[in-house]
C-alpha cells in the first residue's frame, strides 16, 4: 500500500507509482462517463406545473390563458447569448405602421393563446416577407396537437413545432373555423404550407432586430388583471413567476410611459382577446416587467406544400428533451426505409444553442454499428437556437425499399446536451413510441447507442424529399418553379464605409420567365420608392447604417418570391475606418444560386 505522510516503510518511487495508478483509473472512470448518455435537465418551470397542476385558464374577468412551459429547459440560451449580435435597433418601431400584421382574434375563454400566438407569427411572416395574407385554423392546431391534454387546456410553441413540423398543418380558417371549446372532430382540411424554421431569440436588441427582419414574434408572459392599466392599455408586474398567457410581438417603443414601472420602454403586443379588448387588441408591455419576454420566436420560411413530397421522422411530438455524453458534441442519427423512389432534398433538425454548428451526412448502408456508403454531405451553423430545414447541395436519389441513414454531428457552445430528442414524458407526451433500429447516438461518431431499444427515445431528424415544386438545393423560397441565379454587387465591397462615401448596390436575376419587379429594404422595413435593380446613394451618412436587402418578385406563370440575406453597412466619420477594414474594400461580385440566396432565410449563418 502508499503510506501518505510521516515516515513511509515505502521507497519514494512506489508513492509516484501510486499517484500515477489512481490518475489513470479517475481518466477511465472520466471516459466511462462520457460515453453514457445523459438527459437534459427538465424544465424547472414545467415541473412546478406538473406537480401543482393545471391553473386558471382564464383571467378574473373571463379571458382565455393557455400557455403550459415545455419540458425542455433552454435557460442557457439566455446565459450564451450569440456570439455575433445584431446592430443596434432604432428606439421605435411597429409592424402595424407597414401592415404587416394581420387581423387580431378572439381565443374566448378557451386556453388556446399558444395557438394563436404562433399563427400571428406565422401569418405575419407570410405577410411581411411573402405578401401573403392568410388566416389559419387555430381551431385544428388546439383540437389535435396531439398532446397528454385537451384542446382547450393550454400548450405552447414546441407543441406547434412538433404539429407543423410533421405536416398536420396549418389548414385554413375557412376549412376548419375557430370554437372556444373541444368540438372534436371538427373538420380539417388540406395542409396549406411547410414551416422550414423556428428560430428563438433572447436579448432585447435580438428580439428588436427579429421584429423588423421576420416580423410577428411569439412570446410568453405572467398575467393578473391587477396589473393591468385599462385606462393606458399597459401592464407591468414586478414579480418573476411562472408563464401562463401568450402573445404576439409586434413592435416597441423605447420612450412609452408604462404606470407603476420602474423605467422607460414597452413592447407592443398583439392579444389574442379580440378588438373589443385593450388597444383594438392591443397593449404595451413594459420591458421592466418580471416574468415577460424572456424568449421571442419566429415561425418563418413557411414554403408550398408542394416543395416536398415525403417527411421521413419518427419525433412526431418534436422536442421534448435532449441528450449528451458531457461535451458539447455528440452524433445523432437516424436510419428510414424509402417508401417511394424519390430524391432527398434537405434535412431537418434542431439547434439546440446559439452558434450551434452541424455536420450532415446521409448514409446508404447501417449494419448495426457502422454507416458506410456516403451519399451526400453538407455542414453549416447557425446564429440562434431553433428548428431548422437544412438544404442539401445536390439531391440525393433514394430507391423504394432501401435503407438510408441520416447522421448529425451537434456542437452546441455552452450547453453539453447536443443531440434533441422526443421522449415518453408521462402527463405531456405518452404517445410517443419507439423502436429499435430507429434512432442511434454516438459520443465520436463511430460507438452508437440504439435509443429506440434501451430507452423508447428518438432523435429529432427529419428527411425531406423533393416535391413538384422542387428545385434542389434551397428551394421553396417562394411560390411557384420559377428558377434563377442572383448576382448581387456591392461597390465598395465589404461593410466597412467612410461618412461621405458612394455606394452602390445591386442584383440581378437570371432565368426569370416573367416580369421583374424590386423592394430594397433597410432594417427590414421597404426603403420608400426604392424599386429598381439598383440601390445607390451618393454620400453616405451616419443614418444610412444598417442591414440591406432586397425582395425580388417574378411575376411568371407560377409567382416567385425571394430576397437577399441582409447585408450589413456600417458608417464611419472620416478618418476613423477601422484598419481592418480596409480588405473589405475590394471590389467583389458574388454570384450566388438562387438557392443559396435564400432571401428570406436570414439565418445570418
Known amino acids: 500500500m502508499c503510506v501518505w505522510g510521516g515516515r513511509s516503510v515505502l521507497p519514494m518511487l512506489n508513492a509516484i507509482g501510486c499517484i500515477v495508478l489512481i490518475s489513470y483509473v479517475l481518466l477511465d472512470a472520466e471516459v466511462a462517463a462520457a460515453q453514457a448518455p445523459q438527459p437534459a435537465p427538465v424544465n424547472p418551470a414545467f415541473l412546478a406545473w406538473l406537480d401543482k397542476g393545471p391553473g386558471p385558464a382564464q383571467t378574473a374577468e373571463g379571458f382565455g390563458l393557455g400557455h403550459i412551459p415545455p419540458p425542455c429547459d433552454r435557460s442557457h440560451l439566455r446565459t450564451y447569448p450569440p456570439k455575433t449580435p445584431w446592430p443596434k435597433a432604432p428606439a421605435a418601431f411597429d409592424l402595424r405602421t407597414t401592415s404587416d400584421v394581420t387581423a387580431v382574434r378572439d381565443q374566448g375563454l378557451c386556453g388556446s393563446c399558444w395557438s394563436f400566438a404562433s399563427y400571428a407569427s406565422v401569418e405575419g411572416w407570410l405577410l411581411k416577407n411573402q405578401a401573403e395574407t392568410t388566416d389559419y385554423s387555430e381551431n385544428h392546431l388546439k383540437n389535435y396537437h396531439g398532446f397528454d391534454w385537451g384542446p382547450c387546456a393550454g400548450g405552447n410553441e414546441d407543441m406547434s413545432v412538433a404539429y407543423l413540423s410533421r405536416w398536420d398543418g396549418p389548414v385554413l380558417e375557412a376549412d376548419d373555423p375557430y370554437h372556444a371549446w373541444d368540438d372534436r372532430p371538427s373538420p ?108 421571442a420566436a419566429t415561425f418563418c420560411d413557411s414554403v408550398p406544400t408542394s416543395t416536398y413530397s415525403t417527411n421521413y421522422q419518427y419525433d412526431e411530438f418534436g422536442q421534448v428533451g435532449a441528450f449528451g455524453y458531457g461535451s458539447n458534441t455528440a452524433w445523432g442519427a437516424n436510419v428510414f426505409t424509402a417508401t417511394a423512389t424519390e430524391d432527398l432534398g434537405a434535412v431537418a433538425i434542431h439547434a439546440l444553442a446559439n452558434d450551434t454548428s452541424y455536420e450532415i451526412y446521409v448514409y446508404d448502408n447501417f449494419n448495426g454499428s457502422t454507416f458506410s456508403t456516403l451519399l451526400g454531405s453538407t455542414s453549416g451553423s447557425v446564429t440562434f437556437a431553433g428548428y431548422y430545414t437544412v438544404p442539401l447541395p445536390s439531391p440525393i436519389p433514394l430507391t423504394n425499399g432501401d435503407a438510408f441513414g441520416i447522421v448529425v454531428k451537434f456542437t452546441t457552445p455552452g450547453y453539453t446536451w447536443p443531440i434533441p430528442t422526443e421522449y415518453v414524458f408521462a402527463g405531456y407526451s405518452s404517445g410517443v413510441s419507439a423502436n429499435p433500429g430507429q434512432s ?51 461597390l465598395p465591397a465589404g461593410g466597412w464605409f467612410t461618412e461621405g462615401d458612394p455606394l452602390t448596390m445591386s442584383v440581378q436575376v437570371a432565368g426569370t420567365v416573367g416580369e421583374v419587379t424590386y423592394q430594397w429594404k433597410k432594417d427590414g422595413a421597404n426603403l420608400s420608392g426604392e424599386t429598381l435593380n439598383t440601390y445607390a446613394v451618393a454620400a453616405l451618412a451616419p443614418a444610412d447604417a444598417g442591414w440591406y436587402s432586397v425582395r425580388v418578385e417574378d411575376e411568371g406563370e407560377a409567382k416567385t418570391v425571394r430576397e437577399t440575406d441582409p447585408v450589413q453597412v456600417l458608417v464611419f466619420p472620416v478618418g476613423s475606418l477601422p484598419v481592418a477594414g480596409l480588405a473589405g474594400l475590394i471590389a467583389v461580385v458574388a454570384c450566388i444560386s438562387a438557392g443559396a440566396v435564400v432571401l428570406s432565410r436570414r439565418r445570418r449563418d
Open 188 to 295: 380539417g382540411g388540406a395542409q396549406q404550407k411547410v414551416l422550414e424554421s423556428l428560430i428563438r431569440f433572447t436579448t432585447a436588441n435580438d428580439i428588436k432586430n427579429a421584429i423588423m427582419s421576420y416580423g410577428v414574434l411569439y412570446t410568453a408572459m405572467f398575467w393578473d388583471d391587477a396589473y393591468y392599466n385599462a385606462g393606458a392599455h399597459t401592464y407591468y408586474c414586478s414579480l418573476s413567476t411562472d408563464t401562463d398567457h401568450c402573445v404576439a410581438l409586434v413592435g416597441w417603443d423605447d420612450a412609452k410611459s408604462v404606470p407603476w414601472a420602474p423605467g422607460l420602454g414597452a413592447w407592443i403586443v398583439k392579444n389574442s382577446w379580440g378588438t373589443f379588448w385593450g388597444e383594438n387588441g392591443y397593449f404595451y408591455l413594459s420591458y421592466h416587467d418580471g416574468t415577460a419576454v424572456q424568449e
Open 440 to 490: 442511434f447516438i454516438s459520443w465520436n461518431g463511430s460507438s452508437w447507442d440504439d435509443l429506440g431499444a434501451s430507452d423508447n427515445v428518438n432523435v429529432c431528424i427529419k428527411g425531406l424529399t423533393l416535391g413538384s415544386g422542387g428545385e434542389g438545393e434551397g428551394e421553396g423560397e417562394g411560390e411557384g418553379e420559377g428558377e434563377g441565379e442572383f448576382e448581387f454587387t456591392q
